[in-house]
């Protein structure tokens, strides 16, 4: 039982490229959700999916969309990235909305 | 006034030592809240839901006051093990966003 994986775990892109960033869950979790966290900020939630077929906008959508592919994967994608999406994006999932959500191990992204 | 705040600290307090952080929150219709933990460089992780009765796991014990709008987390004798930062997360009422405090550093030496 592996939680909540995402790949990769570093990458380095340069401004304009595009990427993707994968996350899958084997908790059976309806709810999944992506965040970016930089320093003296806190986490903030850019997009979520409350159940299969369904996403939805977060506090910081700008310059990103995701893809609820099945029940148990959520991917995010950057079209073309800009210095300012330098940060470490977190993964999660819940069996719900309203109720606690398990973490991925993060991805660091640098954008130059 | 942001809408959940914490003192960053850092809490500096020596094992074996209680020690309480607070989490304030804006919103009077926020209805779900909890407290995690995250190492350096690492997940959050989820530590408890607090819930409105109070809740105590062990060593951690968290209240939700209501009346005037903050969740608090008390761990009795500290560990080297819990340094760490302590998030705190409310959920509001209407919106599906939750809203992460930016957390309290706690160093706990020898």
């Known amino acids: 039982n592996a939680g909540v994986t995402q790949t990769p775990k570093f990458q380095v892109l340069k401004t304009g490229q595009s990427m993707t960033l994968q996350c899958a869950q084997d908790?059976?979790?309806?709810?999944m959700y992506w965040y970016r966290q930089d320093p003296g900020m806190g986490l903030r939630l850019i997009y979520y999916?409350?159940?299969?077929?369904?996403?939805d906008k977060g506090e910081v959508p700008n310059g990103y969309n995701v893809s609820r592919l099945n029940k148990r994967e959520f991917s995010l994608r950057l079209e073309s990235a800009a210095p300012s999406q330098t940060s470490v994006y977190f993964c999660?999932?819940?069996?719900?909305?309203?109720?606690?959500?398990?973490f991925g191990p993060g991805t660091r992204l640098t954008v130059t | 006034r942001k809408e959940v705040e914490q003192d960053p600290g850092p809490f500096n307090v020596p094992e074996g030592a209680t020690v309480a952080f607070n989490c304030t929150y804006s919103?009077?219709?926020?209805?779900?809240f909890f407290w995690y933990r995250q190492d350096c460089r690492k997940e959050p992780k989820l530590l408890m839901s607090?819930?409105?009765s109070g809740n105590e796991d062990g060593r951690f014990t968290a209240q939700l006051n209501r009346a005037s709008q903050y969740i608090s987390l008390l761990i009795r004798d500290s560990k080297l093990s819990d340094s760490a930062t302590y998030l705190c997360?409310?959920?509001?009422?209407?919106?599906?966003?939750?809203?992460f405090g930016r957390g309290t550093s706690l160093i706990v030496h020898p």
């Open positions: 919103n009077s219709a926020s209805q779900s």
């Open positions: 999916s409350a159940s299969e077929g369904t996403t």
């Open positions: 999660a999932s819940s069996e719900e909305i309203y109720v606690e959500q398990y």
């Open positions: 908790m059976n979790h309806n709810s």
């Open positions: 607090v819930y409105s």
């Open positions: 997360v409310v959920l509001s009422g209407g919106s599906y966003i939750p809203t």
